[in-house]
């Protein structure tokens, strides 16, 4: 788990309602007060371990301690402090309202589809893939060889076969990763090797070595994607929000184009 930052004083020190885990000068800490500084780290205060909970409950507990020194020392009633707190209220102002403002933007199912169809080809079609190893050798008959001791493998031992051969005779990068290639559509490899790739059913072993630039390939096929276009119904609440933020958009640019700005 990452390390709590210590000393912001931005952490609020009021009061939350929950399970009494210290009392720092008579200032309650909280189970709910450390679950709110936990939650951007998507973990709770009760599922951490012992070790862990004790070092963030100190973490919290000096960070009070810190507040209270910091209120104590009259720093509200500095000049630094409130020319920082004029900026603050400044940024949770505008946070509000821009949430606000985006909060209140409705967009239709008919909006969201409309912009849908009109963007399909370039923003939600989706190419065919496929996931692939490969071992990559410096001669044909290197390949050859490999092939051949992958023919008689059962279907069921081939991909870890496969792999423990790349790692073992492979001079590419990804040898040390059992010729693990990840998913790839035609355009992201050479021609020559995307063909043979894409020819292949799942779980086949190409019947000849292929030969690029880079030396002689054999390719195994682990698995396949057809091409299509993402469903609307998956995509649409995306959709939504991105109309939104263009519409935000819109009304900034409508605001700063009534405002009166002076460049100098």
Same mark, same amino acid.
């Given at each position: 788990?990452?390390?709590?930052?210590?000393?912001?004083?931005?952490? &609020?020190?009021?009061?939350?309602?929950?399970?009494?885990?210290?009392? %720092?000068?008579?200032?309650? %800490?909280?189970?709910?007060?450390?679950?709110? =500084?936990?939650?951007?780290?998507?973990?709770?205060?009760?599922?951490?371990?012992?070790?862990?909970?004790?070092?963030?409950?100190?973490?919290?507990?000096?960070?009070?301690?810190?507040?209270?020194?910091?209120?104590?020392?009259?720093?509200?009633?500095?000049?630094? !402090?409130?020319?920082?707190?004029?900026?603050?209220? #400044?940024?949770?102002?505008?946070?509000?309202?821009? +949430?606000?403002?985006?909060?209140?933007?409705?967009?239709?199912?008919?909006?969201?589809?409309? $912009?849908?169809?009109?963007?399909?080809?370039?923003?939600?079609?989706?190419?065919?893939? %496929?996931? &692939?190893?490969?071992?990559?050798?410096?001669?044909?008959?290197? &390949?050859?060889?490999?092939?051949?001791?992958?023919?008689?493998?059962?279907?069921?031992?081939?991909? &870890?076969? $496969?792999?423990?051969?790349?790692?073992?005779?492979?001079?590419?990068?990804?040898?040390?990763?059992?010729?693990?290639?990840?998913?790839?559509?035609?355009?992201?490899?050479?021609?020559? $090797?995307? +063909? =043979?790739? $894409?020819?292949?059913?799942?779980?086949?072993?190409?019947?000849?070595?292929? #030969?690029?630039?880079?030396?002689?390939?054999?390719?195994? =096929?682990?698995?396949?994607?057809?091409?299509? !276009?993402?469903?609307?119904?998956?995509?649409?609440?995306?959709?939504?929000?991105?109309?939104?933020?263009?519409?935000?958009?819109? !009304?900034?640019?409508?605001?700063?184009?009534?405002?009166?700005?002076?460049?100098?």
């Amino acid at each position: 788990m990452k390390k709590i930052i210590l000393g912001s004083l931005f952490i &609020a020190s009021s009061l939350f309602a929950g399970e009494v885990l210290a009392v %720092v000068n008579g200032e309650k %800490v909280t189970k709910s007060e450390i679950n709110s =500084v936990l939650k951007a780290q998507k973990v709770t205060y009760d599922k951490l371990p012992p070790k862990i909970k004790r070092k963030v409950l100190d973490d919290i507990i000096t960070n009070a301690l810190m507040i209270q020194q910091a209120e104590k020392s009259g720093i509200e009633k500095t000049k630094e !402090y409130q020319n920082e707190l004029k900026i603050l209220k #400044k940024q949770l102002a505008l946070r509000v309202f821009l +949430k606000q403002k985006i909060d209140s933007i409705k967009i239709s199912d008919a909006e969201a589809r409309n $912009f849908y169809n009109k963007n399909k080809e370039i923003m939600f079609k989706q190419p065919a893939e %496929v996931k &692939a190893r490969h071992i990559l050798v410096k001669t044909k008959q290197e &390949a050859q060889k490999i092939i051949r001791e992958l023919r008689n493998i059962p279907k069921n031992q081939l991909d &870890a076969k $496969f792999a423990e051969l790349a790692k073992k005779y492979s001079t590419g990068p990804s040898g040390k990763m059992g010729g693990e290639l990840g998913w790839f559509s035609k355009d992201k490899m050479i021609p020559s $090797f995307s +063909k =043979v790739a $894409f020819s292949l059913n799942k779980g086949e072993v190409s019947p000849q070595p292929v #030969k690029t630039r880079f030396g002689w390939h054999v390719i195994y =096929v682990q698995d396949k994607k057809t091409g299509g !276009y993402i469903p609307f119904t998956k995509i649409k609440n995306k959709i939504k929000q991105q109309l939104k933020l263009q519409k935000l958009q819109e !009304y900034i640019k409508q605001v700063k184009a009534k405002a009166n700005i002076q460049y100098k």
